[in-house]
């Protein structure tokens, strides 16, 4: 079995790897097999999600403190991971925490993003050896001890019946707003139009609807998001959905707001459409923390300035999560720790 020293060291030297110039070369390699595999993945963005996992693994100390807080397993299991493809490295954590544990990883990568998640457990396997004898891909996992998987609220249903015989995380649909007071800075409006545009607003940390005071402009926000333009209006995938969409609310006569590449409008649903932000007004903050307690298990995190409890992220932050940020509150760590057997240290 791999020492937790070894485990830890590992991952420094895998975040040493990113962030090191010399691998500049190497990453944008990486990037460019990625963005050839899906579209959606352009370089600029594959780049972005390596610097974010680079920035969560880069303090040792937190590391090691996150780990030491869990009993080292004493029986490692084989747990069959079935990862997202939406973003680059989506399931990136789970594989850290998979790994870091000390259980073996039995991983079904999204057709989406084979590449990378290849990619990124090679490297890992170079770093530390050891690893090579705890990673297999595979195409069924039902081999598995346990289970973490991620899809849409439809998957979720056949993950719920197909791993109901064994201990098992299973991850649905997830959505992140913001809540804005109107005195945002310039800095808090670029900060909030990188969350909406990231990645093309296809994650579960992308702002999808922003909660604004009564007679709010959104005037400073378009202006803001102009330096977007580019990212988005010539990225076809995207800008397909942005004309599927307007024209769809030209047809029905439905009242919104265009710059030429992000539509708003007014709408209580929760989730929009790509290309899209909805938006509702509220008189007091107490107004939405209320609305927001009672859609919970739908939200990822809530982007604000204001005071919104535990899932409350600074404006530019939704897409840099840190190691406890588990993607829908349930912590991994100890899920894995129960698995297999346990022993104190």
């Not at 050896?129 to 849409?152: C, K, L």
Request: overall charge negative; aromatic content about 12%.
């Amino acid at each position: 079995m791999i020492s937790k020293d070894q485990r830890i060291a590992a991952f420094v030297g895998f975040s040493e790897f990113l962030r090191n110039t010399e691998s500049a070369e190497i990453l944008d390699d990486w990037a460019q097999q990625a963005y050839l595999r899906n579209n959606w993945f352009v370089p600029q963005n594959v780049l972005a999600a390596l610097s974010a996992i680079a920035a969560m693994l880069r303090d040792e100390e937190r590391l090691s403190q996150w780990v030491v807080q869990y009993p080292e397993v004493e029986n490692p299991a084989t747990i069959g991971v079935v990862l997202a493809g939406n973003l680059p490295a989506v399931g990136f954590h789970d594989l850290l925490c998979v790994l870091i544990s000390g259980h073996r990883l039995l991983v079904k990568p999204s057709k989406d993003d084979t590449v990378l998640i290849e990619l990124i457990l090679e490297k890992l396997c170079e770093i530390e050896p050891a690893f090579r004898e705890a990673v297999t891909f595979a195409e069924r996992i039902n081999a598995a001890d346990a289970y973490i998987a991620t899809g849409s609220d439809n998957t979720a249903r056949y993950f719920e019946t197909y791993f109901a015989s064994k201990p098992h995380i299973i991850r649905k649909n997830r959505v992140s707003v913001a809540v804005l007071s109107g005195n945002e800075t310039a800095a808090e409006l670029q900060g909030l139009c990188s969350d909406i545009f990231l990645y093309f607003g296809l994650g579960c940390r992308n702002v999808s609807k922003v909660y604004v005071p009564e007679g709010y402009a959104f005037s400073a926000f378009y202006e803001t998001a102009e330096a977007f333009r580019d990212y988005a209006a010539h990225h076809h995938k995207y800008f397909n959905n942005y004309e599927y969409n307007k024209s769809i609310l030209l047809v029905n006569g439905d009242e919104h707001l265009d710059n030429g590449f992000l539509l708003i409008q007014e709408n209580e649903r929760l989730v929009s459409p790509l290309s899209m932000i909805y938006f509702e007004t509220y008189h007091e903050p107490a107004e939405v923390k209320a609305r927001l307690d009672a859609l919970r298990e739908k939200i990822q995190c809530v982007v604000t300035g204001l005071d919104f409890g535990e899932k409350e992220v600074p404006f530019g932050k939704s897409q840099q999560p840190s190691l406890t940020d588990y993607p829908d509150g349930v912590d991994v760590m100890a899920f894995l720790s129960g698995i297999g057997g346990r022993k104190e240290e």
